[in-house]
């Protein structure tokens, strides 16, 4: 309630978070959601708001102290933190271990840069480009990460900083900084997965049943009562934390047949919950969704590919995750610790024992700061990016071939990759 409280100051028509307020809809008496808006940015473009939501099983307080923190993450990620930067190209900086090394950025196929609808560029290392300071999560150093890595709404955007795909993976806000930093990171390693099950079609097994918390049991049973059946996969990576991938499919929908949502956490059931938690509020909007996306060159928001491959004549692309799923053989999935501190050190040594490299980028604002409460942005270019643009999927990416063979799935070249484009909002 404390917490609440102090976050409450960010809300007002002026604030930081402009509106918040209940939202109700399809969903079980027992899952409470807040929906709101992110204040006016100092270089608002003009766009449309930016929307922020929170859900919760607990109390309602918990749904709005969520939505509210959600709308905090997005403003600091705006291009409005005026941070020291330095402009120098990948060239100048290729031998030196301030700078997170160029060779590590993720990189779309040459099939993807030929084609016009693929909105990145490759990395040009004779270029100069902006970078904003962060701290390496294992030697402590301060490192130089790429602008438009630091923030997703980098301002005046060059087209040599036109590399990096725009998406809030990585952003996350707590009044602990190292609880901020944990989850932040968890997002990363969730969307590695999100990327590598799609891409490379990952024939998941079910999660063990001790991952069903009381709670997620309740809210499967209340959606199967409604003709939505439930699949948890077990999505766990070569980095051992765990991590869930959730399917909901609806046989009688012809326009919300089938959505996807993910998590990972510090334990299987706290990743079931979310990812449950994510893919029903994922179908409830797509259900109430008016947006008709013809293909995949429609494709721009956040929400036109659920929308796409939502509908049930795409039912069969999700095949690969159903067919045979209850004979593949479930693990029961070690915790990472408790305390945030020792967790965040366990998934550091394991990117490192990888040869990957995490930076914390701080995005505290002075509105937030007031609040108590510290922004970061994990930022780890070795791992799989997930990418909403079907025309940016970043296929030369090393990660994409050798982490599902090292799993022990094996990998498909890139002409064998999942042609359809990426379900998860």
Same mark, same amino acid.
């Given at each position: 309630?404390?917490?609440?409280?102090?976050?409450?100051?960010?809300?007002?028509?002026?604030?930081?978070?402009?509106?918040?307020?209940?939202?109700?809809?399809?969903?079980?008496?027992?899952?409470?959601?807040?929906?709101?808006?992110?204040?006016?940015?100092?270089?608002?473009? =003009? #766009?449309?708001?930016?929307?922020?939501?929170?859900?919760? @099983?607990?109390?309602? #307080?918990? $749904?709005?102290? &969520?939505?509210?923190?959600?709308?905090?993450?997005? /403003?600091?990620?705006?291009?409005? @933190? =005026?941070?020291?930067?330095?402009? %120098?190209? =990948?060239? !100048?900086?290729?031998?030196?271990?301030?700078?997170?090394? +160029?060779?590590?950025?993720?990189?779309?196929?040459?099939? *993807?840069?030929?084609?016009? %609808?693929?909105?990145?560029? +490759?990395?040009?290392?004779?270029?100069?480009?902006?970078?904003?300071?962060?701290?390496?999560?294992?030697?402590?150093?301060?490192?130089?990460?790429?602008?438009?890595?630091?923030? /997703?709404?980098?301002?005046?955007?060059?087209?040599?900083?036109?590399?990096?795909?725009?998406?809030?993976?990585?952003?996350?806000?707590?009044?602990?900084?190292? *609880?901020?930093? @944990?989850?932040?990171?968890?997002?990363?390693?969730?969307? #590695?997965?999100?990327?590598?099950?799609?891409?490379?079609?990952?024939?998941? +097994?079910?999660?063990? #049943?001790?991952? %069903?918390?009381?709670?997620?049991?309740?809210?499967?049973?209340?959606?199967?009562?409604?003709?939505?059946?439930?699949?948890?996969?077990?999505?766990?990576?070569?980095?051992?934390?765990?991590?869930?991938?959730?399917?909901?499919?609806?046989?009688?929908?012809?326009?919300?047949?089938?959505?996807?949502?993910?998590?990972?956490?510090?334990?299987?059931?706290?990743?079931? *919950?979310?990812?449950?938690?994510?893919?029903?509020?994922?179908?409830?909007?797509?259900?109430?969704?008016? &947006?008709?996306?013809?293909?995949?060159?429609?494709?721009?928001?956040?929400?036109?590919?659920?929308?796409?491959?939502?509908?049930?004549?795409?039912?069969?692309?999700?095949?690969?995750?159903?067919?045979? $799923?209850?004979?593949?053989?479930?693990?029961?999935?070690?915790?990472?610790?408790?305390?945030?501190?020792?967790?965040?050190?366990?998934?550091?040594?394991? @990117?490192?024992?990888?040869?990957? %490299?995490?930076?914390?980028?701080?995005?505290?604002?002075?509105?937030?700061?007031?609040?108590?409460?510290?922004?970061?942005?994990?930022?780890?270019?070795?791992?799989?990016?997930?990418?909403? !643009?079907?025309? $940016?999927?970043?296929?030369?990416? +090393?990660?994409? /071939?050798?982490?599902?063979?090292?799993?022990?799935?094996? $990998?498909?070249?890139?002409?064998?990759?999942?042609?359809?484009?990426?379900?998860?909002?």
């Amino acid at each position: 309630m404390e917490v609440l409280e102090s976050l409450e100051r960010l809300v007002s028509p002026f604030g930081v978070v402009s509106a918040v307020k209940s939202s109700v809809g399809w969903s079980p008496e027992s899952l409470h959601g807040f929906a709101g808006t992110v204040g006016v940015l100092p270089e608002d473009r =003009g #766009d449309s708001p930016v929307a922020c939501a929170g859900r919760s @099983l607990l109390s309602p #307080d918990d $749904a709005r102290l &969520k939505a509210i923190a959600e709308g905090a993450e997005r /403003y600091a990620a705006a291009d409005i @933190l =005026g941070e020291e930067r330095v402009r %120098r190209s =990948g060239d !100048d900086v290729r031998d030196d271990q301030d700078f997170l090394e +160029p060779w590590r950025y993720p990189a779309c196929s040459p099939s *993807e840069y030929g084609d016009p %609808r693929c909105p990145l560029r +490759p990395f040009d290392g004779a270029q100069p480009i902006r970078w904003s300071p962060g701290v390496d999560m294992r030697s402590g150093r301060k490192t130089w990460v790429p602008s438009t890595m630091a923030t /997703y709404q980098l301002g005046d955007k060059t087209e040599s900083e036109r590399f990096s795909y725009d998406i809030s993976t990585g952003f996350a806000v707590h009044t602990r900084p190292d *609880e901020a930093a @944990l989850r932040g990171l968890l997002e990363v390693v969730e969307r #590695d997965m999100v990327s590598l099950v799609w891409l490379q079609r990952l024939r998941l +097994p079910l999660v063990d #049943d001790d991952a %069903r918390s009381e709670s997620v049991v309740g809210l499967i049973a209340w959606l199967r009562q409604r003709f939505v059946e439930t699949y948890l996969f077990d999505a766990t990576s070569d980095l051992n934390v765990p991590t869930v991938y959730c399917l909901l499919t609806s046989e009688y929908d012809d326009r919300c047949s089938q959505v996807v949502g993910a998590a990972a956490g510090r334990r299987m059931c706290d990743a079931a *919950e979310k990812a449950v938690l994510e893919a029903v509020s994922i179908m409830r909007i797509v259900r109430e969704r008016r &947006k008709a996306v013809a293909g995949p060159e429609d494709i721009g928001d956040v929400l036109d590919g659920a929308s796409y491959m939502g509908e049930r004549t795409r039912s069969g692309a999700f095949d690969f995750l159903t067919e045979g $799923a209850e004979k593949r053989r479930r693990r029961c999935r070690e915790p990472l610790p408790e305390s945030a501190t020792a967790a965040l050190k366990t998934v550091v040594d394991r @990117l490192h024992r990888l040869g990957y %490299r995490a930076v914390r980028v701080d995005r505290t604002v002075k509105e937030l700061r007031e609040a108590g409460l510290t922004a970061v942005n994990m930022v780890v270019p070795d791992l799989q990016p997930m990418s909403l !643009d079907p025309f $940016a999927q970043f296929k030369a990416h +090393p990660r994409l /071939y050798e982490a599902p063979a090292r799993m022990g799935y094996g $990998a498909h070249g890139e002409e064998e990759l999942n042609p359809w484009p990426q379900p998860f909002a």
